[in-house]
């Protein structure tokens, strides 16, 4: 079983709408969880970081993590062209551990 | 949030030559920074943790001796790529994280280089 499980997509949405992105994983010992947007040909850019349970808004995204579920999400609100992207999520159990990745999420948003 | 710079951006090399790219933490100091390898359409796949001051970890399956890693400094760890061959031709990323006390621990990542080995 991988550590952490992502559906790969591709996704497509239209402009305006809410967009749901997801991880599961295995490792109950993960503490430190974060989303990365990567665009095409580029490295990876820091979205958002969350330590442990609970809820993190940053503008239109939101970042959720439920450790008894060994879930986690974004959500970006009014969704963009520019948006387009693939997501990746990434978590660690402690500092200065290697960071497992999902495999990515690839978004487009349709004008 | 903090920077860290990877040069080159981009480098094609003859088989055979080795590759050396660099991975620059600029407005923090990190012991460890991790080294990326990404193809196309797939996720991140790590090579090896690079500690400063002493040898890197790697990953199994992955070659030391052809990928030496170097870490001399709190913000700089070098990968070259050895003797490289047409199948090392992929995406190359390197993170780090800031020296933090309390647990935090964002990793923030280079802009990758593309290796092409012709």
């Known amino acids: 079983q991988k550590e952490v499980e992502q559906d790969p997509g591709p996704l497509s949405v239209p402009e305006g709408a809410i967009v749901s992105l997801n991880c599961t994983y295995s490792?109950?010992?993960?503490?430190?969880f974060m989303w990365y947007r990567q665009y095409s040909r580029k490295g990876p850019e820091l979205l958002m970081y969350t330590y442990s349970s609970g809820n993190k808004e940053d503008g239109r995204f939101t970042a959720q993590v439920d450790k008894s579920s060994k879930y986690i999400s974004l959500f970006i609100r009014d969704s963009q062209p520019s948006d387009s992207a693939t997501y990746l999520c990434a978590m660690s159990a402690n500092t200065g551990n290697q960071f497992y990745f999902g495999t990515g999420t690839s978004l487009t948003v349709i004008p | 949030g903090a920077v860290v710079s990877q040069h080159p951006s981009r480098v094609i090399c003859k088989s055979g030559t080795s590759v050396k790219i660099e991975c620059r933490s600029l407005?923090?100091?990190?012991?460890?920074m991790f080294w990326y390898r990404q193809f196309p359409k797939q996720s991140l796949m790590l090579m090896a943790t690079s500690n400063e001051g002493s040898k890197a970890t790697y990953e199994q399956g992955v070659e030391k001796d052809k990928f030496l890693i170097n870490h001399a400094s709190l913000t700089l760890s070098t990968l070259t790529v050895t003797s490289a061959h047409p199948e090392d031709s992929s995406f190359y990323i390197c993170?780090?994280?800031?020296?933090?006390?309390?647990?935090?621990?964002?990793?923030?990542f280079g802009q990758g280089t593309r290796l092409t080995v012709v």
């Open positions: 993170s780090a994280s800031p020296l933090k006390t309390g647990g935090d621990t964002e990793a923030f």
């Open positions: 407005d923090f100091q990190a012991t460890t």
């Open positions: 490792n109950s010992a993960f503490q430190y």
